[in-house]
């Protein structure tokens, strides 16, 4: 069997696969993608720089989230404004977002896809059934590989979109930010976020997360 880049499947260990592919599209889009993680459920590949909100960073993060351009094909207008009230709820309760652009100090964008990948499989050679990807950058972006970060959480399973995505956004939080606290349901975040979108965005931000 082969996927749609014309490799064979049939014997290639899921990890190493996973890995082959991270590198065919580092080669295709001119940058080193890095496999985080691989698991049955989930697959998390980077882009670009590993950026990290923490600290005193935490208190001085104007945030942008760019909602407008946040529109799931597979989904309703309705459907996919539920998944932006997700979003801006639950980063809500983390940082302070801003109403425009020029405002922040960083950018945030959210993307979603529900097509079946088999180019991507998980350990149980199980194909990729979708994915949410997060972006943040450093504003004024300098360098895009420097300043921005692009995590892309590929899940193995059928899922509702609002579940995939609360869950998903949810491990970005404990993952990217410091917090004593949840809004998804454990910590919650020493900061707060307010979403606006004044429809200009760009690029895929990211933060770190430590115990308090």
Known sequence: MRNYYGLRLARVPAILFFLCFANILATTFGNAREVVSLTDEFGVLRDFAQITIKGPDLKSARIFIDTDRFVVRSLSDEESAKLRHIAIDGLGSHLTLVKSKDEANYLIQIRMG??????????????????????????????????????????FRAYEAKDIFSRVMHMWVEAKLETSTSAFGEDRAVVTLVACSDGAGWGWLCASRRAR
């Open 114 to 155: 529900q097509d079946t990948n088999y180019a991507i499989r998980n350990p149980k050679r199980q194909p990729s059934r979708g994915y949410v990807m997060i972006s943040i950058c450093k504003l004024p972006i300098q360098k895009v590989s420097e300043d921005c970060e692009n995590l892309q959480y590929d899940y």
